[in-house]
């Protein structure tokens, strides 16, 4: 089957079949491969990825189901060499050890402060639920703070 | 300084000069300890100037999170005199030799294993920055005319302060190149002129990690490679007995169906490198070599053994209280200070098998072309590895060409080779480029698993509450005996620690091991064997100045007794434990924790260290408890890890060690039931999330000019038994049986 996927910007065409997990087309199909496998049940969320501005765990996204929706990766994130404040914050608290599930959590969370700007402990407690083995939760609560204050001064 | 680099060697670094630019290489051989074979270290390094001006080091030290990649070389910047800021890092694959066609199976010296990757660098590391500068020296003198030493460096330029003149590095590169090296090691900077060392740097990977580049091996490929997931055994030790590939080869994409021979019965796992026996789909993509997969149907013969783990545990547990087991010290007179004693006390802890679940799960690309094998892929002890792959394969192990990528999480499950293995059998039968990826369900399944043990633990107290007498009983499987061939009064060697506090003070002291088989693969998993004992024995000092009426602090510090160094029998942590250091972190952490204050009720603190790989490590943990679950409040740590490298390392591996020894303590355990693992995914093989994870964590370094020792393991074992004292203060309930789960319900 062939699809017509918009992904970063760009409409790009897919031959797979509609079953294919949406996070296999992305890196396998056409090359991005920011967004990674963990555990192929929505349950690690490294494979995290924005459909409609909305966060959603690519593994468990069939490709026929994505139609003309926006999919952004994180590769899409940056603006050029302008990082996005969840990037930067990333970078400021360095927070990644492995950073292998670095990106789902950049995506998870950056889907987080459109809708709360200004999250409380609690409420990053209850809305991220990716997995980090390397246990860099400490670093990123703090980058979480740190980028809902550079969304509000940018 | 005990460590590396030894005058004799000197004269191993090379320097070579190519399209103007300067090359300062660092064979493996030179970071050999003193007295252990050149071989017995494989770590390679370089710094190479261009001419204009970048600065790039390369390590051979497998990055897996724990920063190598970063602190290495800060030590060459160190005294090469460069901005750390502009440096570039990358990986470079092992240097090895090849001795009678093979590289011999090596000790875990090497590579990223033992948490030694810093401290054996330190000083050749250093000295391969210091070379470069000086070349780089001379070659300004010459062209200036000058005394070299009139000369001055900082920040990537030569200086002549008397005469106002500066050059590059990169200037000065190509004319450094044709330089010779000096022959004596050159004396190194003194510790009060450190601008590196000993300040915080960020990790160099950060931004190509943030922004989603290509760094792991899951990310890369190679042209007509081939896509291949295995079908394997799901009984430990089980074969194929009928394969029907009619659904799978009916599949548009999938090429080819083939065999993956597993360990021949009695076969030691490092011998054909991977642990089950299994079926290969092997296709154009990914995606179609998984539904070619699911598509196989197989009948599977069970292992000859078809073991559940409850059984083998109650078998672990007759053998610790009743039989002898393999005495591995005895001193003093053990039963007679337990028949002399004024109290005795006894506790049984039982400790479950753990999957690592790294979060890349194994994979590797092979391909084997005009007899050379080219791999991608990650592995902890590179030489070990190549070993193994290149019998699997059929090559001459000179003929591998091995490209190291960074790790998505190591904690020991890369040492196994299992992916490599596969993916160098199925390129030798295709003849094309195959990358073998491992879904999660494999991961959990095959990995090799940390033991699980029986611990029973005995201490004999004289009137004065003092340790007479100390008695250690596990019965485990060796967590290397799979795969190495040790012989059978060698292997208990990552399992018991005699010489561990406090059982190193007691003057009558007996450690015994009982060799407890099981089907179930068995490696390393970061702190392998301290993270089980210390948990045991820092629970059951609890245990004792609870029932003495001590307090748990007091209690330690009495014991440890006057600062005295202590001969500690182990490679990785020795030679010696200093009393001294250990109550030094004992009562940092507790002063800065407030130890002995009051908490409201549901609220409990903990205390425990443990020695590690040299390093020194106290945790104070506050817990809150309610409805049957528990979450850290605050976790306040005291390290003493010798001369410290990467100050922001150190905290980094402090934060993540807590919250992984925190994470497999609440909810991971590997159980075998009728022959086959019972966990397969996140489901049901629990990870914490940030919800449960300790986020508020205060790290205090003891300041120290003592050998640089390591961080990626020590901060993991004193954290459960400070947990497990923590839950105790709160709730009055011991926990003597891992995962805690739901063991808080009154």
Not at chain 1, 26 to 41: A, H, M, P, V
Request: charged share 25%; aromatic share 6%.
């Amino acid at each position: 089957m062939s699809f017509t996927v918009n992904v970063n910007g760009r409409r790009r065409r897919v031959d797979a079949a509609g079953e294919t997990p949406l996070l296999w087309v992305l890196r396998e199909e056409l090359g991005l491969t920011g967004s990674k496998f963990g555990c192929g049940i929505g349950s690690c969320g490294a494979c995290t990825v924005h459909v409609d501005g909305a966060a959603v765990r690519a593994c468990t996204v069939p490709l026929e189901s994505v139609g003309s929706a926006r999919v952004t990766t994180i590769e899409g994130l940056a603006r050029g060499e302008r990082l996005h404040p969840v990037q930067q914050a990333w970078l400021d608290e360095d927070v990644a050890q492995c950073g292998y599930c670095q990106a789902g959590m950049i995506m998870a969370v950056t889907d987080l402060l459109a809708r709360n700007p200004d999250p409380t402990d609690t409420d990053i407690d209850q809305a991220l639920t990716n997995i980090c083995r390397c246990g860099t939760y400490p670093r990123i609560r703090k980058a979480i703070h740190r980028a809902a204050r550079l969304v509000k001064e940018a | 300084m005990d460590a590396t680099f030894s005058p004799s060697r000197r004269g191993f670094l090379k320097v070579t000069g190519a399209a103007g630019a300067l090359m300062v290489s660092c064979p493996s051989d030179l970071l050999a300890a003193p007295g252990r074979a050149a071989r017995d270290a494989k770590i390679g390094l370089y710094v190479r100037i261009d001419r204009d001006g970048q600065v790039t080091i390369g390590t051979a030290t497998t990055e897996l999170g724990q920063g190598t990649l970063t602190s290495i070389p800060m030590l060459i910047a160190e005294e090469l005199d460069v901005d750390f800021a502009k440096v570039r890092t990358e990986l470079i694959p092992t240097p090895f030799t090849v001795d009678k066609g093979r590289i011999r199976p090596l000790s875990f010296h090497s590579g990223a294993g033992g948490s030694n990757a810093v401290w054996r660098s330190y000083d050749p590391a250093r000295q391969a920055g210091a070379v470069a500068r000086h070349l780089l020296v001379l070659a300004a003198a010459e062209r200036w005319g000058v005394d070299p030493a009139e000369l001055t460096t900082r920040d990537g330029m030569v200086l002549h302060p008397g005469k106002r003149r500066r050059a590059d590095y990169g200037d000065l590169a190509e004319a450094a190149a044709k330089l010779t090296p000096p022959k004596d090691p050159l004396p190194l900077k003194p510790r009060s002129e450190h601008k590196i060392i000993g300040r915080p740097q960020t990790q160099k990977d950060a931004r190509a990690i943030v922004t989603g580049q290509p760094l792991f091996g899951l990310d890369r490929s190679l042209p007509g490679m081939l896509h291949a997931v295995v079908a394997r055994s799901p009984f430990l030790g089980g074969t194929p007995r009928s394969v029907d590939e009619t659904a799978a080869r009916a599949i548009p994409g999938v090429v080819a169906i083939l065999p993956i021979a597993g360990p021949k019965p009695g076969e030691l796992y490092g011998v054909g490198g991977v642990t089950a026996a299994g079926v290969a789909v092997v296709a154009d993509d990914l995606w179609t070599a998984m539904r070619g997969r699911e598509a196989l149907k197989i009948e599977w013969e069970p292992g000859p053994v078809r073991e559940t783990t409850s059984d083998r545990m109650a078998k672990g547990w007759e053998m610790v209280r009743t039989g002898q087991g393999q005495v591995v010290r005895d001193t003093g007179n053990v039963d007679q200070a337990f028949a002399a004693a004024a109290r005795t006390m006894e506790a049984e802890y039982e400790f479950p098998m753990a999957a690592h679940a790294t979060m890349e799960p194994p994979n590797a690309i092979a391909h084997l072309e005009g007899g050379r094998l080219r791999i991608i892929g990650c592995n902890q002890l590179p030489p070990i590895m190549l070993d193994i792959v290149a019998r699997v394969a059929g090559v001459e192990v000179g003929n591998i060409d091995y490209e190291p990528v960074r790790a998505g999480g190591g904690f020991g499950r890369r040492i196994f080779p299992e992916a490599i293995c596969e993916a160098a059998s199925l390129t030798k039968q295709t003849g094309r480029p195959v990358k073998v990826v491992w879904t999660r369900e494999d991961d959990i399944a095959h990995d090799p698993f940390r033991p699980g043990g029986c611990h029973r633990v005995r201490a004999a107290l004289d009137k004065d509450g003092k340790l007479a007498g100390w008695r250690y009983d596990l019965a485990s499987k060796s967590q290397l005996s799979d795969w190495l061939p040790l012989p059978p009064d060698q292997q208990w060697g990552f399992e018991v620690f005699p010489d561990d506090f406090p059982g190193i003070t007691a003057p009558n002291l007996r450690v015994a091991w009982h060799r407890l088989p099981t089907t179930a693969p068995h490696g390393a998993w970061r702190a392998p064997g301290y993270l089980a004992n210390a948990w045991v024995v820092q629970s059951f000092m609890d245990e004792i100045a609870h029932a003495l009426g001590r307090d748990p602090l007091e209690l330690r510090l009495d014991w440890l007794g006057e600062a005295r160094e202590m001969k500690y029998q182990n490679r990785e942590s020795g030679p010696v434990f200093h009393t001294g250091r250990a109550a030094a972190v004992l009562k940092l952490a507790a002063e800065k924790a407030g130890w002995g204050t009051p908490l409201p009720a549901g609220r409990g603190r903990g205390i425990a260290s443990h020695f590690a790989f040299g390093t020194y490590v106290a945790h104070v943990v506050e817990v809150t408890v309610a409805d049957g679950d528990f979450t850290v409040d605050r976790v306040v740590s005291a390290i003493d890890c010798g001369l410290v490298v990467n100050p922001n390392g150190v905290v980094m591996q402090n934060e993540g060690g807590i919250n992984d020894a925190l994470s497999a303590a609440r909810g991971q355990e590997i159980t075998v039931r009728d022959g086959k693992v019972e966990q397969s995914n996140f489901h049901d093989y629990e990870m914490m999330r940030i919800d449960r994870a300790a986020t508020r964590i205060e790290t205090h370094i003891v300041p120290s000019e003592a050998t640089p020792r390591g961080m990626g393991e020590p901060p993991l074992p004193p954290l459960t038994p400070a947990l497990c004292n923590a839950l105790f203060a709160a709730t009055g309930k011991r926990i003597r049986r891992l995962p805690i789960r739901g063991q808080l319900t009154a």
